[in-house]
T-cell receptor, first 113, second 119 residues
Framework: DAKTTQPPSMDCAEGRAANLPCNHS???????VYWYRQIHSQGPQYIIH?????ETNEMASLIITEDRKSSTLILPHATLRDTAVYYC??????????????WGLGTSLAVNP | GAVVSQHPSRVICKSGTSVKIECRSL??????MFWYRQFPKQSLMLMAT?????????EQGVEKDKFLINHASLTLSTLTVTSAHPEDSSFYIC???????????????FGDGTRLSIL
């Protein structure tokens, strides 16, 4: 599975959009991009995922570049409760439920009042 | 959404004790569950993949006799840390994927973790 690169930390003002970048320049054509976040001392929470097209749900938007070498997670109106470590992971889809997630160190997002 | 419950949330026990952690999928069936360990300021490290009705698959470097995994039903997997020592103190997290979904890209859903402290 492809490796991802994320900035170690970011700050965002409350109420503003938080844009978290992820580089996955070695991504393969059948690898999906997943985003999870982990609030301190809790288990990771699934946010969103995509393959080629941009995706949006109630939590966030995922913008994937046309060459798929990078993506951006957008939290449109960040709140203090969005302070967490955000993980970008790429993983192959396909048959079998045993596909592992390989976790990096993520981006520690601090939302400031 | 899919809910994974992990119990207990925190355990403090003496060295040499065995500790069992439960992971339950509350509103879906999970043929596969994953067990992770996370040390402070580090990322999640996959320990093993738990398969319902068969033996777990352990990652390299994880002692299967020390970390016993049982996945006896489609909604429950347990991790037992046998003869725990202070170096086993960590945050243990399980995850599961809904077996009903046939699409290949379904996400994993995580429990809230178990903080294990061995004195």
């Amino acid at each position: 599975d492809a490796k991802t690169t994320q900035p170690p930390s970011m700050d965002c003002a409350e109420g503003r959009a938080a844009n978290l970048p992820c580089n996955h320049s070695t991504i393969s054509g059948n690898e999906y991009v997943y985003w999870y976040r982990q609030i301190h001392s809790q288990g990771p929470q699934y946010i969103i995922h995509g393959l080629k097209n941009n995706e949006t749900n109630e939590m966030a938007s995922l913008i994937i570049t046309e060459d798929r070498k990078s993506s951006t997670l957008i939290l449109p109106h960040a709140t203090l409760r969005d302070t967490a470590v955000y993980y970008c992971i790429v993983r192959v889809g396909g048959a079998g439920n045993n596909r592992k997630l390989i976790w990096g160190l993520g981006t520690s997002l601090a939302v400031n009042p | 959404g899919a809910v994974v419950s992990q119990h207990p949330s925190r355990v403090i026990c003496k060295s040499g004790t065995s500790v069992k952690i439960e992971c339950r999928s509350l509103d879906f069936q999970a043929t596969t569950m994953f067990w992770y360990r996370q040390f402070p300021k580090q990322s999640l490290m996959l320990m093993a993949t738990s398969n319902e009705g068969s033996k777990a698959t352990y990652e390299q470097g994880v002692e299967k006799d020390k970390f016993l995994i049982n996945h006896a039903s489609l909604t429950l997997s347990t991790l037992t840390v046998t003869s725990a020592h202070p170096e086993d103190s960590s945050f243990y997290i399980c995850s599961a994927r809904d077996a009903r979904h046939v699409l290949p890209d379904q996400p994993q859903h995580f429990g809230d973790g178990t903080r294990l402290s061995i004195l």
